[in-house]
């Protein structure tokens, strides 16, 4: 994990563990945007770390910290 990916899943983690995405990709938790691109969103979701999901079928999806008991 990078510096930046270490960064990323602490400000989701301070900001309730869960964000949505704008029409931008970028992630917005707590009122506040996060500092982050969504290639970094991306690839913590690829290495098992947290999870894209839609939780109705549509709009620009969510992000979320995968359980521990979960994650790989």
Do not use: C, Q
């Amino acid at each position: 994990m990078t510096p930046s990916h270490k960064e990323a899943l602490e400000w989701l983690r301070k900001h309730g563990g869960d964000a949505a995405f704008d029409k931008f990709g970028v992630a917005l938790a707590m009122g506040e945007n996060a500092p982050f691109m969504r290639s970094t969103w991306n690839a913590l979701a690829k290495a098992g770390l947290v999870e894209i999901y839609k939780p109705f079928g549509k709009g620009r999806g969510r992000v979320r910290i995968v359980p521990p008991e979960t994650a790989p």
